[in-house]
């Protein structure tokens, strides 16, 4: 080892003695020396980290215009000074200013900064400075290019803020608490807590003292024990790895808790012993140390902690990565000197000799203003990301990290981004549960299908059922194992408390609750729901009414009994009308011997009784023999054979849908029939939420049965879903359920249907505790199995496949209703209509039958009488004589006595005997 360090120290001397040798070769060649540039660093004297920076920084900047042959030459001072103590860094600054200091970099102590960037406002000298500040930017001057020589790599704290306000909106916190150790946490938390003003967020504040971390302790047991979950602290990033401890000591960081951290270097301290709690840890960060120039350069300072002339790493001992200030200091010792070099370029002599301003003469460096002009212009690459500067000095368009603590990997990993222009932007905030190494617990309640519990032949437990089967969709996609622990019921809560699952919920107890429940307004007060899963409502259990005893005559049923009577009614009518007009118009009278033109007598073959016979022949769709001749008689035939077409039509269908219903009807038809009676009792579960929505409903039917229910004798309320069925089967019971019980009750009992309409519309969820981390995840998972049709598939297997020993004809059958005389008058109308038609055209026939055809001198009207009144003769003859008998016949029939208009049913008789 010894002999290894004396070969070192000699190969550094020889590289001294080369760089003297050279420099001496320029001098006598006649080269002319490079300009220079003073810059003097005001650190305080624990600030070790940010001196080690510079000088490593300057260094490095030393070797680049050295070996880019530049002709510039950087002489770097630093000043160990009480940052506190404004006199002792005024005299400091004044007395480099003096020896002709040209750039000043610090201090970051407010009161000592104000004091800095006074004095080189005046004396025009360049102020870098690399710490938050809060102060306002000036914006009244009239030469910001001289009255604003600082500038800051630090971001402005007004976007800052805007940042943190940003994320906490997208996190939507309506309670939080806000933690600080001091004053100027205050001011970084300034737009957070305006947050609260419009009442919508309660935030609470509290100061803790870090030099006493009982104190700690206590605050973070009270707000732990007033259930705030979500916690901001402002902190130096030293403190971060103390408030962890001190939450997992009070058990306040558990999976259930967030604690968002002000500092920039969240990953800067080792903080992989909390990965096992599963508390949210998230901030935001300005230097990736993932960037490849940051993890160049800290490998380099990592290396030199193990340096042969001591530590010289401007990292700290336990720091995994560059600190925020500390990568600032770098960048503003490059943003110098790209500037330096672009001023050295445009004007050689700006820099060939010190700066002459002094604290003692108002007289600023001439050139001082361009070089800060240049600081602004130049495009640096820094650690910190692409530095540029607005018109007054503040740090603008640069980029945030949002990042959390991952527990798998142990490490503070990038989750989004933020920035003035696109603003927010999380990329990934998923993370899987198995890395937490913890198994949550799941309440359920064994009620089919949601849950139900299998044990096998070797003894083994296994759960199954529609829940059941989401869960395990849920559990494979999150990555994370249950187990589940039954509860004996639902339980419920109102305005005040919870029981059952629901308070176990609240106590933490458990981590899941996956069940039927239904979400509620008065249970979401105390808990938290996913996305519903499933969306039902309120319904009827009821047992399916008895078939009515098959009667001897039902196959009348199908017509009202005032449609049968119209139609014996309308049937003889129209077999009278049918006969009277056939017997009015001359063309039905036709000679029953056609091959004897001389036959005295003509014949009418509608008689009374075959008159019914075509009717009811028709009727029946049978046919007749008879066939009408005239446009009277047959018009009397159509409309008629329309009438029973119209008639059988509708007795055949309506015959159809009677033997098919049964004609089976329930006493009762909706929650409205209920309410109207005494005879059939109803009832819900004792508790749960259809006992809550009869109980706080405003509607006065519910009130009403609610009341009508809690003063029965004995209880209408029911344990469990299959007492409720039981009771139904029983007889006289009606039981309102959630109309997934009933349709999967119904399914699987062939006497139960369910009865009315939805009386409300409500949807399942899985029931957390309040501020759950799982709530977005789960129901992230939730809406993907909708949209891919899981869930609908896994219903319909609980619902109508699984453990079914029958199949149930459940399609609900209206009962049919016979048919009235207001279904079917329009067609007794059109039989009328079409009736009187004929009897119009029947007359019109005989006239002019009667005007063309006969020579009797009788007027036509008195024809017409004898004619109808022989016609109306129901019972008389069906014959009478022809025409041409009549005529030759006129004088005889006036030697017997007959006169025309006394012609009776003997007529043709009395002509036979006056030719005998």
Sequence with gaps: MGEETSKIMFRTERYVLTAIFLLSLMKDSGVRAENIIRVDAMVGYEDTALELAFKETMNKAQQSLLYGNKNLKIEDFFSRVNLEDSYEVSGEVCKVISFGSEVIFGTHSRSSSEYVTSLCNQLSIPNLQIHWDSREVVTSTKRPDRDHMTLNLYPDHHTLSAAQRDLIKFWDWKKFAVLYEDNDGLIRLQSILKLSFKGRVAITTRKINFLNPESVKNVLKDLKNTEHQRIIVDCHYDRVHDILKEAAETEALSEYFHYHFMTLDLGVTDISEFSEYGANITALRLVNPEHGAVKNLTEEWKQLQFNIRGNRSPLRKGQLQIPTETALMHDAVWVLTEAALALNEANPTALASYSRASCDKAAPWEFGADLLGYMKSVNVDGLSGTIQFGQYGQRENFELEVVKFSHEFKKVQKIGTWNSLSFLNITDDNESLSQLNKTLKVLTVLEMPYAGKKIDEYGNVKYEGFCIDILDYIAESMKFKYEIQEEPTYGNCDEKECTGMYQKLIDREADLAVAGITITSAREKFVDFTKPFWNLGITILFRKPKAKPVRLFSFLDPFHEDVWVYMIAIYLCVSFMFFVIARLTPYEWCNPYPCNQEEDIVENQFSVLNSMWL??????????????????????????????????????????????????????????????????????????????????????????????????????????????????????????????????????????????????????????????????????????????????????????????????????????????????????????????????????????????????????????????????????SSSKPADHVIRASKSDLSRTGVSLPSLNHEYANAIRDIHA
């Design 615 to 876: 009717t009811i022949g028709s009727i029946l769709q049978q046919g007749c023999e008879l066939a009408p001749r005239t446009v009277s008689t047959r018009m009397v035939a159509g409309v008629w054979w329309f009438f029973t077409l119209i008639i059988i039509s509708s007795y055949t269908a309506n015959l159809a849908a009677f033997l098919t219903a049964g004609r089976m009807q329930s006493p009762i038809e909706s929650a409205e029939d209920l309410s109207k009676q005494t005879d059939i009792k109803y009832g819900t579960l004792q508790t749960g939420s259809t006992y809550s929505f009869f109980q706080n409903s405003i509607f006065p039917i519910y009130q009403r049965m609610f009341t009508f229910m809690k003063n029965q004798n004995p209880p209408v309320f029911v344990k469990n879903s299959n007492e409720g069925e039981k009771r139904v089967l029983q007889g006289d019971y009606a039981y309102f359920a959630e109309s997934t019980t009933v349709e999967y009750k119904v399914e699987r009992n062939c006497d139960l249907t369910q009865i009315g309409n939805w009386l409300n519309s409500v949807g399942y969820g899985i029931a957390l505790p309040k501020g759950s981390p799982y709530k977005d995840k789960i129901s992230q998972r939730i809406l993907y199995l909708q949209d891919k049709q899981v869930i609908k598939q896994l219903y319909s297997k609980w619902w109508t496949k699984m453990y079914i020993n029958q199949t149930c004809d459940n399609e609900k059958k209206e009962p049919s209703n016979a048919l009235s005389i207001q279904n079917l008058g329009g067609v007794f109308v059109v039989l009328v209509g079409g009736i009187g038609v004929s009897i119009v055209i029947a007359v019109f026939e005989f006239i002019y039958y009667a005007w063309t055809k006969r020579d009797i001198p009788d007027p036509i009207c008195t024809q017409l009488k004898d004619e109808l009144i022989f016609a109306l003769r129901c019972w008389g």
